[in-house]
């Protein structure tokens, strides 16, 4: 059986173990949600494991998926780097983020890697997905916020940043000069669950708010916040980079600031790799 597998098997695998839902995956890989689910299913029959549980309301992966998790993406990787290898020596390197990039360094990193680098083209691809496409081989390196816990990649520790509360412009909260966590507890707060690094949990257990909308990007949670759906909590990064009509960014003071880490898959990569690694730590400083 395991002959009749191919690469489009642990692409399909590796794309919901990292979305979590059979719906994201099924959109992040353009396919319908029925052939997803067969894919991973004939999958699941050639290894003779069951890799996802589906019993429970969050989808999510089965011991021997954790394990085959880590498995698959190294082979994913390992191809696209072959291919990529063969195909142009010279290849670009790819960096990738789901919002914000590397803050504000991120324009004297890319101008710096032009100047050092002008043989390796290196390009920054925005992906929604909680490793910014690393996981699943659409990218060499990424810039992530938060702890990261996916199997088989290695982090390292860029800067910190800062958090901010983002409310809507006309709110009584957008003209306080600081605000603490426990002022948006009576407010519905925006989840990104796709990409973001905020939940709940963020908030001491007696203040936690009780009300939450979820979304599945930036761009709709800072659409939420401006139309006085919910409030949010980001990273100053966010500020400055991702600037929105109806959208008020004010200093949170008791919020622990947010890691930036820059992530590459354990193993082989692009050979410019470590070269990008150095030089965002040169640029983001100590």
């Known amino acids: 059986m395991s002959r009749?597998?191919?690469?489009?098997?642990?692409?399909?695998?590796?794309?919901?173990?990292?979305?979590?839902?059979?719906?994201?995956?099924?959109?992040?890989?353009?396919?319908?949600?029925?052939?997803?689910?067969?894919?991973?299913?004939?999958?699941?029959?050639?290894?003779?494991?069951?890799?996802?549980?589906?019993?429970?309301?969050?989808?999510?992966?089965?011991?021997?998926?954790?394990?085959?998790?880590e498995k698959a993406a190294v082979a994913v990787a390992a191809f696209e780097d072959a291919l990529a290898a063969a195909r142009a020596p010279h290849r670009p390197l790819r960096l990738g983020h789901a919002w914000s990039a590397a803050g504000v360094f991120t324009t004297p990193l890319l101008r710096r890697w032009r100047q050092t680098h002008p043989e390796v083209p290196l390009e920054l691809l925005r992906v929604d997905d909680r490793t910014a496409g690393l996981a699943r081989g659409a990218v060499d390196l990424a810039l992530l916020r938060g702890p990261v816990e996916t199997p088989g990649l290695v982090t390292e520790l860029l800067?910190?940043?800062?958090?901010?509360?983002?409310?809507?412009?006309?709110?009584?909260?957008?003209?306080?000069?600081r605000l603490a966590l426990a002022d948006l507890?009576?407010?519905?707060?925006?989840?990104?669950?796709?990409?973001?690094?905020?939940?709940?949990?963020?908030?001491?257990?007696?203040?936690?708010?009780?009300?939450?909308?979820t979304v599945a990007n930036t761009d709709d949670?800072?659409?939420?916040?401006?139309?006085?759906?919910?409030?949010?909590?980001?990273?100053?990064?966010?500020?400055?980079?991702?600037?929105?009509?109806?959208?008020?960014?004010?200093?949170l003071t008791d919020a622990p600031d947010l890691p930036v880490l820059l992530a590459r898959r354990?193993?082989?990569?692009?050979?410019?790799?470590?070269?990008?690694i150095a030089l965002a730590h040169e640029i983001a400083g100590p």
């Open 4 to 69: 009749e597998l191919e690469l489009r098997h642990l692409r399909c695998f590796l794309a919901v173990a990292e979305e979590r839902s059979i719906t994201r995956a099924a959109s992040a890989l353009r396919l319908t949600q029925p052939a997803v689910s067969r894919t991973l299913a004939a999958l699941e029959t050639a290894l003779g494991v069951r890799l996802v549980d589906r019993s429970t309301h969050h989808l999510d992966l089965t011991p021997e998926g954790r394990a085959f998790h």
């Open 159 to 177: 800067h910190l940043e800062a958090r901010v509360a983002a409310v809507p412009s006309d709110s009584p909260l957008a003209r306080r000069p």
């Open 221 to 251: 949670w800072l659409a939420a916040i401006a139309s006085d759906q919910a409030v949010g909590v980001t990273s100053t990064a966010t500020a400055g980079l991702h600037p929105y009509p109806g959208v008020t960014y004010v200093p």
């Open 185 to 213: 507890s009576d407010q519905v707060i925006a989840l990104n669950t796709v990409s973001g690094t905020t939940s709940l949990t963020l908030w001491p257990p007696e203040a936690r708010p009780t009300r939450s909308t």
């Open 266 to 276: 354990r193993g082989p990569g692009h050979p410019a790799a470590p070269d990008l």
